[in-house]
T-cell receptor, first 112, second 118 residues
Framework: KQEVTQIPAALSVPEGENLVLNCSFT??????LQWFRQDPGKGLTSLLL?????REQTSGRLNASLDKSSGRSTLYIAASQPGDSATYLC???????????FGKGTTLSVSS | GAVVSQHPSWVICKSGTSVKIECRSL??????MFWYRQFPKQSLMLMAT?????????EQGVEKDKFLINHASLTLSTLTVTSAHPEDSSFYIC??????????????FGPGTRLTVL
């Protein structure tokens, strides 16, 4: 059974710092991996999607990498800002069109 | 494009009543919709997979007679929480796959519905 783990559970950094969020999954036979952002009491905002054949995806200050063989993904946030404060969720799809399996998230707090 | 809406965004009800939550794909057709539940400080857990025109598939431990799912059209799925109890209080989120996108590259999530049962 696929399990997704995110470390750390919480992270506090000063504004401007570069940071890395980690995600690991137990079954490397995934179809794709997505990173989401969730603000308190709100829904999900998709940040990046990485297909199983890809190694990384970039969007603005965000860069996500995928090492399928080791069951790991990282989300790199450059030059963090207070507006980046949120919970970041990692999720994998085992097969095309199937539901996502989520980690518990990393709650990020960026102080000004 | 690829917008999914949920209604209501929040609901408070008395124990024993039933609550219906709607999930709509606004600008695409979705043959498959997923219903998730998120308890405080926890991750999203899949409750059921809803396929248009057929019965929903429920995850282990989710009571199908308590959480009724109807996917009558390509743009609408509903989740009815029957005889709700305080332990059903949670954040319910749906997602939808775009029928036109082969392989389901991405799921589009609704904004969620906060259910509080008194």
């Amino acid at each position: 059974k696929q399990e997704v783990t995110q470390i750390p559970a919480a992270l506090s950094v000063p504004e401007g710092e570069n940071l890395v969020l980690n995600c690991s999954f137990t079954d490397s036979a995934i179809y794709n991996l997505q990173w989401f952002r969730q603000d308190p009491g709100k829904g999900l905002t998709s940040l990046l999607l990485i297909q199983s054949s890809q190694r990384e995806q970039t969007s603005g200050r965000l860069n996500a990498s995928l090492d399928k063989s080791s069951g790991r993904s990282t989300l790199y946030i450059a030059a963090s800002q207070p507006g980046d404060s949120a919970t970041y969720l990692c999720a994998v799809a085992n097969q095309a069109g199937t539901a996502l399996i989520f980690g518990k998230g990393t709650t990020l707090s960026v102080s000004s | 494009g690829a917008v999914v809406s949920q209604h209501p965004s929040w609901v408070i009800c008395k124990s024993g009543t039933s609550v219906k939550i709607e999930c709509r794909s606004l600008d695409f057709q979705a043959t498959t919709m997923f219903w998730y539940r998120q308890f405080p400080k926890q991750s999203l857990m899949l409750m059921a997979t809803s396929n248009e025109g057929s019965k929903a598939t429920y995850e282990q431990g989710v009571e199908k007679d308590k959480f009724l799912i109807n996917h009558a059209s390509l743009t609408l799925s509903t989740l009815t929480v029957t005889s709700a109890h305080p332990e059903d209080s949670s954040f319910y989120i749906c997602s939808a796959r775009d029928r036109a996108v082969a392989g389901g590259l991405e799921q589009f999530f609704g904004p969620g519905t906060r259910l509080t049962v008194l």
